[in-house]
């Protein structure tokens, strides 16, 4: 027997040999760029500055990535579909480091349709599609996404609205529309359980528009202030945070901050509002030189976000000191007059660079985001206009 087992061992020692896996750092981060007037995403490798490829849609989009990056959504709102795509990066945690594999990115075939589809939320885990032309927010979480699934839970409000809707745990938040003008903005958050009965009474927020998630808090912005939403001994816990006194102004789009808690919403057309509800003082106004075309938080260093002016100009605002801390000429002007939705910049970061499109010119122009210094520029064919950007580092694993 003990022969036996010698034997047994030396083999397997004699198979771990022959398979010695070895691990390599890798690095990979993608663009996914979505056009102003045709209906494709192009994926363009933020390293090396070569596109990928091309994914057809059925109209133009704006993109949304999953909070772990395997999966990018297309929100195709004058075709009625939201669209799912893979990102083709993935990682797994090994709690002393962390793998990553790399394929190419597609369509998973999971389309969501429906009328007018608007907000896009993640909470949690599982992402809420509201349709406007309908009322109804559509649930889906991303493995289903990823395996090309279409099954959905719905969640209904009382109309057709501008609506939002965000999965909190075990419960729904969901908008509520004015019942005598629906096609305004709606007056209120409604809570639902999974059974979809109404908990408590509808909490007002005139105005509602613009939602995000920063730690375990999710906000709602409202003409007078944000509802801020934590876990509760029985279910969501909902605050009313009220504005400044002065100035006057109300946020619209509000983004979360990573690795710091806070809130950053527009405040006016040249001001950003910084929001941080465990500080004394919560709100904090960044004036900006001209008009505000567009801003986003920065997810690898939690101290920064960035503000794009019609001037042309990108702005490192600094959260903890809540002031502009540089600035870089891009583009030419690009004047916030006109309809809301004309082609204008717009901001992702990847990894240590910045990238930011500019649509008129067919380019996008990189940022680096350690020395805040134009570093160089992409050429991409059309109107390049919505961006997400994902990647990171981990280890491969080879065996010989």
């Not at 669209?83 to 709690?95: P, Q, R």
């Not at 400044?244 to 789009?253: D, F, I, Y």
């Not at 067919?362 to 109107?383: C, E, M, N, W, Y």
Request: hydrophobic share 40%; aromatic share 6%.
């Amino acid at each position: 027997m003990k022969h036996l087992f010698a034997a047994a061992s030396i083999a397997a020692l004699a198979a771990s040999i022959t398979t010695t896996s070895f691990a390599e750092e890798k690095t990979a981060w993608r663009l996914f760029v979505s056009d102003h007037a045709e209906p494709v995403i192009n994926v363009v490798d933020a390293l090396t500055g070569n596109k990928i490829d091309t994914l057809p849609l059925k109209g133009p989009a704006s993109l949304y990535r999953s909070a772990s990056g395997r999966t990018v959504f297309a929100v195709q709102g004058k075709a009625d579909a939201v669209s799912a795509v893979s990102t083709g990066i993935a990682f797994e945690d090994h709690g002393d480091h962390g793998d990553i594999e790399v394929t190419a990115p597609r369509l998973t075939g999971t389309e969501i349709t429906g009328t007018k589809p608007s907000h896009f939320v993640e909470h949690g885990g599982e992402f809420a599609l509201f349709f406007d032309g309908e009322g109804v927010a559509r649930i889906l979480d991303e493995k289903t996404a990823l395996e090309g699934g279409t099954g959905v839970r719905e969640v209904k409000t009382e109309a057709p609205h501008h609506g939002v809707a965000a999965v909190f745990g075990d419960y729904v938040l969901s908008s509520a529309p004015n019942r005598e003008k629906p096609d305004e903005l709606p007056v209120g958050i409604r809570v639902t359980d999974r059974a979809g009965k109404q908990i408590g009474n509808i909490h007002a927020c005139p105005d509602l528009h613009g939602e995000a998630t920063s730690g375990r808090l999710l906000a709602f912005a409202c003409a007078t202030g944000l509802l801020l939403v934590r876990d509760g001994d029985n279910g969501p816990s909902i605050e009313h945070l009220p504005y400044p006194a002065s100035p006057s102004g109300k946020a619209t789009t509000l983004l979360g901050g990573k690795g710091l808690q806070y809130f950053l919403g527009n405040y006016g057309a040249d001001r950003l509002l910084l929001i941080d509800p465990s500080a004394k003082d919560m709100f904090r106004q960044v004036d900006l030189p001209t008009r505000r075309v567009h801003f986003a938080v920065d997810p690898i260093r939690p101290r920064f976000a960035y503000a794009f002016t019609e001037d042309g100009q990108l702005h490192q605002v600094d959260i903890v000191a809540g002031k502009i801390a540089q600035s870089v000429k891009l583009t030419d002007a690009y004047s916030m007059d006109g309809h809301w939705s004309d082609p204008r910049p717009r901001i992702a970061v990847a990894g240590d660079r910045i990238a930011v499109t500019d649509p008129l010119k067919s380019q996008l122009h990189l940022v680096d985001a350690i020395g805040f210094a134009r570093t160089g520029d992409i050429p991409l064919a059309g109107k390049p206009f919505n961006i997400v950007a994902v990647g990171g580092s981990g280890e491969t694993h080879a065996t010989e």
